[in-house]
Each structure stands twice: as C-alpha cells, then as structure tokens.
C-alpha cells in the first residue's frame, strides 16, 4: 500500500510530480482554497505519515497536530528555518532537506545579482528599450568588481560557492560565521565588522530566531553609500525597513534580492527604488536543481517508509532553554 503524504506547495516539476504520485498518496494542500484548508486536513490528516513540504512554507505545530500519524517531514529545499522543531522533536518526527543538488545554482544567482547591480543591468536594459540610447540621453558609468571587496555571510556550502564565482570577477573575499572556516579567506570578527570591510555583503546564512533581522540598521551603516546588500538566503535576516530606509536616503548603495520578509509581498518602496534589482525568490528555480531536489525529497521519504537510512536527514537544533 503506497503511504499517504501530505504535499504543500505547488510548481513541482512534471516528472518529480509523477515520480511522487506513483510512490505516495498524495494530498496537495496547495490544490485546497486557504478557508478551506482546515476541513481538508480534518478530512485526510488521519491517514498521512509523511510531509512534503518547500524551505519557505515548512510546517508549524498547528498543522503538525492536525496529522497525528506523521512520521517524517520532507523539505524541498536547503532551508529548514520554517520547520517547528520543537514540535517534530516532541513527536519523534524525523526531518530531511535538500542540501548540495542547490548549492551551484543558488550561487549562480548570487553572482549574477551582484553583478547585474553593479554593472546596472536591469536600467541598462530599460534604457535600450525605452530608446533613450537613440536619443544619446546620459548614461552614468557603473563600478568595477575587480579589487572591491565581497563579504560574505554565512560561509557554509552556497557562501563558498559564491566565493569561487567572486574571486573569479577578481574580487577580495571576507567572511563572517561564528565558526571558522577551512578556508585562506579573512574572517571578520563579526557581521558588524564584515559589514564595514565589505563593499559588497552577500548573505547566505540560514534563516531562524538566531539570525532574525541580524543585518540592522546598525549592520547597514557600517555598510555604508557606497555599500551594496545582496540576500539569497532568507528576507528574515534583514531588517526591511531599515532597508528601505537607508536605500532611500543614500545611506547605502544599492541592493540585491531574491528573498523578503513577508513573501510574495515585496514593499512598494522597494519596487520603486531605481538603485535596486530584485528577484522573486528564485535561486534554486532551474529545472535541473528543482528536479534534482524533487528527487532527493522523494528518496527521504521512500528510504523511510522503507525502514532504510535517509539520504540526507536534518539534525534538530538544540532544544531552546
Ligand atoms: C526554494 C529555498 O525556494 O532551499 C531553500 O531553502 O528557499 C529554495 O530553494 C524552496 O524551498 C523550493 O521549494
């Protein structure tokens, strides 16, 4: 009999889709309107055993009491900070993600970010289209990359991805993680620290109440107006007001996003700031890394409804004090 799982999120890729509903019984809650949701869970939440859910949607003790059976919880994604830990531990819930098959094409994204706001792509494509090239409007000089300095925070496996790409545009890399890293690059001593040595700030550390709005106010002065943020990780690390805040004001320079705090809302503020490029979220969006994400999700839960070790199982934090 194939267990029944409970899949939230929706955009699966065909054949990880296919692959899913041939192994499971599976219960798209994305498929349910939100009023309607509740009903759905009290009518099929019996009977599922496993969760396959995405990084940002996780699952939240409310609906973790809603499947009294569930057994394991599958996350589609490298980020765990949207899983109720507490809850999971409780209940013997084992936890799974999908590090390493992102890693390339996250960084991918990071780079090309920081590049297209360095070197203004976004506005050097407006300004061809709008014919503004024909008719010799001005047109500012963007800033080299070479020799600027890249600080990244969060040295894990997507932060020395992103590395390898930035010292390939010749650009001096810092880091700051609380642990050091096996690495020749400087450690700042602090985010602060690495904020005020960087040019540019890379965010690649993991989401969750330790990181929650580190990069303040504070973090972003030290960044400065000629400074530039780029946040691949999660919108939770940065405090977005105080963002738009200094963006507006000239404080800083510039910034890159593909995360925000409240997803799919992004400020209005934001989208009106010409010093800023913006994505929706989409660094591990390519066919290969999502299929092989698909994959590597499905495989965590078949290895444990088949009594077999995980592939890539999730430690849980430390229980809070
Ligand atoms: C995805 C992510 O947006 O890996 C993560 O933590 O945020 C992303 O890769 C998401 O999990 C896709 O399902």
């Known amino acids: 009999m194939r267990p029944e799982i409970l899949v939230t999120g929706s955009g699966w890729i065909p054949q990880v889709l296919e692959e899913m509903e041939r192994r499971f019984v599976c219960h798209h809650l994305a498929r349910v309107p939100r009023e309607e949701q509740d009903a759905f869970l009290d009518r099929v939440g019996a009977a599922v055993r496993g969760v396959l859910t995405v990084g940002t949607i996780g699952i939240d003790a409310a609906r973790l009491a809603r499947l009294p059976l569930v057994e394991i919880v599958a996350v589609h994604g490298t980020g765990v900070d949207a899983v109720d830990f507490e809850a999971t531990r409780q209940r013997g819930i ?3 993600n999908t590090p390493d098959v992102l890693t390339e094409d996250v960084a991918d994204l990071a780079a090309g970010l920081l590049l297209a706001c360095a070197r203004r792509l976004p506005q050097l494509d407006r300004y061809v289209r709008a014919g503004e090239w024909e008719a010799k409007l001005p047109l500012t000089p963007a800033r080299s990359l ?6 990244i925070f969060g040295f894990g496996r997507i932060g020395q991805a992103v590395a390898r790409r930035l010292e390939a ?3 001096e890399i810092r880091y700051y993680q609380r642990s050091v890293a096996a690495t020749a690059h400087a450690r ?12 540019y700030l890379v965010v690649c550390a993991p989401g969750g109440p330790q990181t929650h709005r580190i990069v303040d106010a504070e973090v972003l002065a030290a960044l400065g107006a000629e400074g530039t943020l780029v946040n691949i990780a999660r919108g939770s690390l940065v405090d977005e007001d105080a963002l738009v805040a200094a963006l507006q004001q000239g404080r800083l320079g510039a910034a890159a996003l593909d995360v925000f705090e409240d997803e799919p809302r992004v400020p209005q503020a934001l989208r009106t700031l010409d010093n800023v490029v913006l994505a ?3 660094g591990s969006f390519t066919v290969e890394a999502r299929t092989a994400m698909g994959q590597l999700a499905i495989a965590n839960l078949a290895a444990h409804f088949d009594g077999l070790p995980l592939p890539t199982p999730v430690d849980p934090p430390p229980p809070r004090p």
């Open 94 to 96: 084992q936890v799974t």
């Open 146 to 151: 070479r020799g600027k300095v890249a600080g």
């Open 169 to 171: 545009f010749g650009m």
């Open 188 to 199: 700042s001593d602090s985010l602060l620290a690495l904020a005020r040595d960087s040019d």
């Open 280 to 282: 929706p979220h989409v």
